[in-house]
């Protein structure tokens, strides 16, 4: 199998960031019920239901008020719509229209959705199902734009999050539709040693290695910071990999090395004979959107960038309501 197709089985779950997965409802549940829960406090809103104390049916549009990937849809509609009822007392009941769909580019001025419920719920949830749209779907325009220059300079290497989230797995599925991977969806995905791991047991790479062969998950990762590091961590998943041996992929991460650095230490891995489709190569740390292509080129399979997570800027939405009946 080549190295690309590997690392998208490895580290692109997209099919578990759905709201049909019992973990993910657990994240939408976080960012909305519980959300709205403490926005309401024990008394409610209180402005809309002094100003509107009849239940009074209303129409609402949220409008985009700037260009982007949209994101958020399927976890609106399982917060107001699709959701057990018996999360939902103080929600409301709604009908939504969509306009968009999740994935899709919006403009300034393009409506995204039409939503129907009594005036006194439609304000309540106003600014909590606005926070998620806007916060998923920065996440996800500012992946596409690291994503189009990974296509515009013809490379076929992953990207994806690190666990530099705000919005957990809302903001993994956000990059995952602006067309990237997820990367672990938790600690119990994939065994990750990391450099406190390293530290910790004397940066004997060769024995935390054969210790975690056992129990990898999905793969078995480790992190490096040298060219010596990278070569003992490859001379160790050769000798892991064999027959009754380590059954998953090893990475071996490359951590705050600069792209040369990288370049070299996969040139001396081939160089041992240690290259093989059962290692991927991934770069993490200080990676930009102005020096991503340079990192792209040095000939690692996945990225992994805090930066469009942890950096994201919203998406501006806002909400209108058309007219009371």
């Given at each position: 199998m080549e190295r690309h197709l590997l690392a998208q089985q490895t580290h692109n779950l997209a099919q578990r960031l759905h709201p049909s997965d019992s973990v993910y409802k657990q994240w939408i549940f976080r960012y909305t019920f519980l959300e709205l829960e403490k926005d309401l406090g024990e008394d409610g809103d209180i402005t809309s239901e002094t100003l509107f104390p009849d239940a009074v049916e209303t129409e609402a549009f949220v409008i985009s008020k700037s260009s982007g990937v949209m994101a958020g849809l399927a976890e609106i509609h399982y917060f107001l719509v699709a959701s057990d009822p018996v999360f939902k007392p103080r929600v409301g009941g709604f009908a939504i229209d969509f306009l968009k769909k999740d994935g899709d580019k919006v403009h300034e001025g393009d409506i995204i959705l039409r939503l129907?419920?009594?005036?006194?719920?439609?304000?309540?949830?106003?600014?909590?199902?606005?926070?998620?749209?806007?916060?998923?779907?920065?996440?996800?325009?500012?992946?596409?734009?690291?994503?189009?220059?990974?296509?515009?300079?013809?490379?076929?290497?992953?990207?994806?999050?690190?666990?530099?989230?705000?919005?957990?797995?809302?903001?993994?599925?956000?990059?995952?539709?602006?067309?990237?991977?997820?990367?672990?969806?938790?600690?119990?995905?994939?065994?990750?040693?990391k450099d406190t791991h390293l530290a910790l047991l004397k940066h004997d790479i060769a024995y935390i290695l054969k210790m975690c062969a056992n129990h990898?998950?999905?793969?078995?990762?480790?992190?490096?910071?040298?060219?010596?590091?990278?070569?003992?961590?490859?001379?160790?998943?050769?000798?892991?990999?064999?027959?009754?041996?380590?059954?998953?992929?090893?990475?071996?991460?490359?951590?705050?090395?600069?792209?040369?650095?990288?370049?070299?230490?996969?040139?001396?891995?081939?160089?041992?004979?240690?290259?093989?489709?059962?290692?991927?190569?991934?770069?993490?740390?200080?990676?930009?959107?102005?020096?991503?292509?340079?990192?792209?080129?040095?000939?690692?399979?996945?990225?992994?960038?805090?930066?469009?997570?942890?950096?994201?800027?919203?998406?501006?939405?806002?909400?209108?309501?058309?007219?009371?009946?």
């Open positions: 129907k419920g009594n005036i006194q719920d439609v304000l309540k949830v106003e600014r909590v199902a606005l926070n998620l749209l806007q916060r998923m779907s920065g996440v996800a325009t500012v992946t596409k734009k690291y994503v189009d220059l990974l296509e515009k300079i013809g490379s076929n290497v992953l990207l994806t999050p690190t666990r530099k989230t705000l919005f957990g797995l809302l903001d993994k599925r956000a990059v995952v539709l602006g067309g990237g991977g997820t990367h672990r969806l938790s600690l119990s995905d994939a065994v990750l040693v990898p998950g999905r793969f078995l990762e480790i992190e490096v910071e040298t060219l010596e590091d990278a070569l003992e961590a490859a001379k160790s998943f050769s000798r892991l990999h064999v027959p009754g041996g380590l059954t998953v992929p090893g990475v071996i991460m490359f951590d705050n090395m600069k792209p040369s650095s990288i370049r070299e230490s996969i040139a001396a891995i081939a160089a041992l004979g240690l290259a093989s489709e059962r290692l991927l190569y991934e770069a993490s740390g200080g990676i930009r959107f102005d020096n991503l292509e340079f990192y792209a080129q040095s000939g690692v399979d996945i990225l992994s960038v805090g930066e469009i997570t942890h950096s994201a800027q919203s998406l501006d939405f806002s909400l209108k309501i058309a007219e009371t009946t």
